[in-house]
């Protein structure tokens, strides 16, 4: 059975910082895969998209960029962490044109 | 490009008594349609799709949503709720071609809140 693992589940990080948050799936084969972040009271943001290796598709300028150095495996990272970066991070994929399937997400707070 | 809105940032019900969440998309193409459910602090959960058929479409946990494509809606039902229904959902579309690169654009959520 396919399944998605993400972490770490909770992460602090001081202002400045560099960020590294690792997704991985398992089961299934070029998944297109998935970086949201979710803000309070704003609802999901898709950051990137990766529909193969080396391939991403950045939605939105910002502080971060990813990586997809694996088939199964897709990294969002930062260099230097703003407190504007606080949120809570979601990885999914998908295999045509049926829906995702998300990981359990990370709670980022930059203090 | 697609569009969806949730018509209801927050929904506060009694236990037991039915729930319309509803949901109106834009699209210029045809569209596959999905209603997520997030519990605190998890990921989204996938509660049911309408992708072909029936315009009534049946999910887990007793919801239930009907695709009404005359009035480009997709609202999500259930006849009685509990307590564990409390969660935000969040109702997606995207193009049924795969020309999206099967990106689903997400509506900013419903929280229902079931009060005992």
């Known amino acids: 059975s396919q399944t998605i693992h993400q972490w770490p589940a909770t992460l602090v990080q001081p202002v400045g910082s560099p960020l590294s948050l690792e997704c991985t799936v398992e089961g299934t084969s070029n998944p297109n895969l998935y970086w949201y972040r979710q803000a309070a009271g704003r609802g999901l943001q898709l950051l990137f998209y990766?529909?193969?290796?080396?391939?991403i598709s950045s939605e939105v300028p910002q502080n971060l960029s990813a990586s997809r150095p694996q088939d199964r495996q897709f990294i969002l990272s930062s260099k230097k962490l703003l407190l504007s970066d606080s949120g809570f991070y979601l990885c999914?994929?998908?295999?045509?044109?049926?829906?995702?399937?998300f990981g359990s997400g990370t709670r980022l707070t930059v203090v | 490009a697609q569009s969806v809105t949730q018509l209801d940032s927050q929904v506060p019900v009694f236990e037991e008594a039915p729930v319309e969440l509803r949901c109106n998309y834009s699209s210029s193409v045809s569209v596959y349609l999905f209603w997520y459910v997030q519990y605190p602090n998890q990921g989204l959960q996938l509660l049911l799709k309408?992708?072909?058929?029936?315009?009534l479409v049946k999910g887990i946990n007793g919801f239930e949503a009907e695709f009404n494509k005359s009035q480009t809606s997709f609202h999500l039902r259930k006849p009685s709720v509990h307590i564990s229904d409390t969660a935000e959902y969040f109702c997606?579309?995207?193009?049924?071609?795969?020309?999206?690169?099967?990106?689903?654009?997400f509506g900013k959520g419903t929280l229902l809140t079931v009060n005992p």
């Open positions: 999914a994929w998908s295999t045509g044109n049926y829906g995702y399937t």
């Open positions: 997606a579309v995207t193009d049924n071609s795969g020309g999206s690169n099967y990106k689903l654009t």
């Open positions: 309408y992708l072909s058929g029936s315009t």
């Open positions: 990766s529909v193969g290796i080396g391939q």
